[in-house]
């Protein structure tokens, strides 16, 4: 069993920074390989992908909204996992939620949901321009 926690979340300014933080607890199996990473949904839209990341050696992958803005990092193994988002706008208003799946990242599961068996709670992010 996996359990995700978001934090950072806020309100800020357009063209300002927020770094947003998952925390990761798990029962056990933290050697395996897998997939985290980040959704969001902002009001009346579907759920989007937003950055992927693999456990172990593999690319990270991006949403095409991103465009250089956001960076996805995280300590060794199944643990903790940031978003660093730069120059937000109003569009990047939304909840924010922190995905883990296990095995691999590939690029279409930015776009696949279902594929993630974890989610976190979310965690608001407010862009006022």
């Known amino acids: 069993q996996v359990q995700l926690v978001e934090s950072g979340g806020g309100s800020v300014q357009a063209g300002g920074s927020l770094r947003l933080s998952c925390s990761v607890s798990?029962?056990?199996?933290?050697?395996?390989?897998?997939?985290m990473g980040w959704f969001r949904q902002a009001p009346g839209k579907e759920r989007e992908g937003v950055a992927l990341?693999?456990?172990?050696?593999?690319?990270?992958y991006y949403g095409d909204f991103v465009k250089g803005r956001f960076s996805v990092s995280q300590l060794s193994g199944l643990n903790t996992v940031y978003l660093q988002m730069n120059s937000l706008n109003a569009e990047d208003t939304a909840m924010y939620y922190c995905?883990?799946?296990?095995?691999?990242?590939?690029?279409?599961?930015?776009?696949?949901?279902?594929?993630?068996?974890?989610w976190g709670q979310g965690t608001q992010v407010t862009v006022s321009s």
């Open positions: 995905v883990a799946a296990r095995g691999g990242c590939v690029y279409r599961m930015l776009t696949a949901e279902s594929a993630f068996a974890y």
């Open positions: 990341i693999p456990t172990t050696n593999g690319p990270t």
């Open positions: 798990a029962d056990s199996h933290s050697t395996d390989s897998w997939c």
